[in-house]
């Protein structure tokens, strides 16, 4: 048991002891959202990479916690590719210079088949990232919570 005075020295100081609680919250909160976008990104590629782009390009998501306590939660890899729709388009080479007739293909589709252009029909956006937000958002608000209340119980009542 703790004397009132220790009590009241508690209360005085326990801005600090929320703002480390503050941090670790989001830390905790951002990891399960990072998580569960991480889960949805499973879902729609099967292994995290993307085929057809480059060599398998890898996508995910990370976070990093900032000083002042808030957290960044960033898409990585060219995730937007199966995050949003895209529309029908034509695919030509790079760096065709019409001027000089050059007639690179853009395209090789096996054997000898060369196509000058294409035409891509475009995409449905599968929103792993807005999904995996929105299906872990309401797990990472209980643990923040908690975390908060758990450090603040212990901070006062002198455990902490």
């Known amino acids: ?4 005075d220790e009590f009241a020295a508690r209360c005085a100081s326990i801005d600090q002891a929320l703002l480390a609680a503050q941090r670790e919250g ?18 729609v590629t ?31 890899g060219p995730l937007h590719l199966i995050e949003r729709p895209t529309r029908a388009h034509e695919i030509e080479p790079r760096g065709r210079r019409r001027s000089r007739g050059n007639r690179r293909p853009a395209l090789y ?11 891509a029909r475009g995409t449905r956006g599968k929103r792993p990232f807005a999904k995996g937000i929105a299906a872990s958002a309401p797990q990472a608000t ?19």
């Open 26 to 43: 989001v830390g905790r909160a951002a990891l399960t959202i990072t998580r569960g976008i991480r889960d949805q990104i499973r879902a």
């Open 142 to 160: 209980r643990q923040y919570q908690a975390e908060i209340t758990r450090r603040a119980w212990r901070h006062l009542l002198g455990s902490g």
């Open 1 to 4: 048991m703790q004397t009132v």
């Open 109 to 119: 589709l096996g054997g000898s088949r060369f196509y000058a252009r294409v035409h």
């Open 46 to 76: 099967g292994d995290s990479r993307l085929s057809g782009v480059g060599r398998g390009a890898r996508v995910g998501a990370k976070y990093t916690v900032l000083s002042g306590g808030d957290a960044i939660i960033q898409a990585t």
